[in-house]
């Protein structure tokens, strides 16, 4: 590692850097430059940066930080995944803020992570399992099961029995994130609900590729219902 930035604090700086920078893709080179155990802390303090785009950046990277690291060192990234899921629980005494989002990255990147950890994230689902009640967190889960099942659905196919009560959130970013897990895992049992769906304007932000996409919730209930459609025909 470079001399100078050996120190937390300078290190720490020069993470916020990479992640601040505007083609923050090739970037992420960098990180695998040092090593995961050092880079990953400065990466999770990120998950709760005030700056929107950061801790997005953030969630993105541990990905690809913690996927190279099981490559190397698999049970180094299960003690990550771990660490990831402590914050979720209520004895850890946080919130869990960007756990989930990344605890998906993580197993977009990464096959065996996948197969481990994938029921852990549907029990979140589960008001039976391991739910997670706050609507902000919900948010969370919803994107990182969407960004799952865009990759990986076949590990998430008890997803399907969970999502139908996400659809009737509240909250307009759950029942969007909702709607595309569902169009994505073909839960064709929502398919009514997804139609109720398509009158509703209320709109949300969905972070991709380093980019936010607004759409509204019935744009995406639509998109749903359409891939649905061509999956059965």
């Given at each position: 590692m470079n001399a100078g930035i050996r120190g937390g604090r300078a290190l720490k700086q020069h993470v916020l850097a990479i992640l601040q920078e505007d083609d923050v893709?090739?970037?992420?080179?960098?990180?695998?430059?040092?090593?995961?155990?050092?880079a990953i802390n400065p990466l999770l303090s990120f998950l709760l940066h005030e700056n929107e785009t950061v801790r997005w950046r953030a969630?993105?990277?541990?990905?690809?930080?913690?996927?190279?690291l099981a490559d190397e060192d698999m049970e180094s990234a299960r003690v990550i995944m771990r660490r990831l899921m402590w914050t979720l629980n209520d004895e850890s005494g946080g919130i869990g803020w960007g756990a989930p989002e990344a605890m998906a990255e993580i197993m977009a990147r990464h096959r065996r992570l996948a197969e481990e950890?994938?029921?852990?994230?549907?029990?979140y689902l589960d008001t039976g399992g391991n739910f997670i009640e706050y609507e902000m967190l919900q948010r969370g889960l919803l994107w990182g099961i969407a960004r799952l099942a865009a990759v990986r659905p076949e590990l998430?196919?008890?997803a399907t029995e969970h999502l139908d009560k996400y659809l009737y959130s509240g909250d307009s970013s759950v029942r969007g994130l909702a709607a595309v897990a569902s169009g994505l895992l073909g839960a064709t049992q929502n398919r009514d609900r997804l139609k109720q769906l398509l009158e509703d304007g209320s709109r949300l932000k969905i972070y991709?590729?380093?980019?936010?996409?607004?759409?509204?919730?019935?744009?995406?209930?639509?998109?749903?219902?359409?891939?649905?459609d061509r999956k059965s025909s």
């Open positions: 893709q090739r970037r992420f080179s960098e990180l695998s430059t040092l090593r995961a155990r050092q969630v993105a990277a541990i990905g690809h930080v913690i996927a190279g950890f994938s029921p852990v994230v549907v029990s998430l196919g008890r991709s590729d380093d980019t936010f996409v607004e759409r509204t919730v019935g744009e995406l209930a639509q998109q749903s219902l359409t891939r649905m």
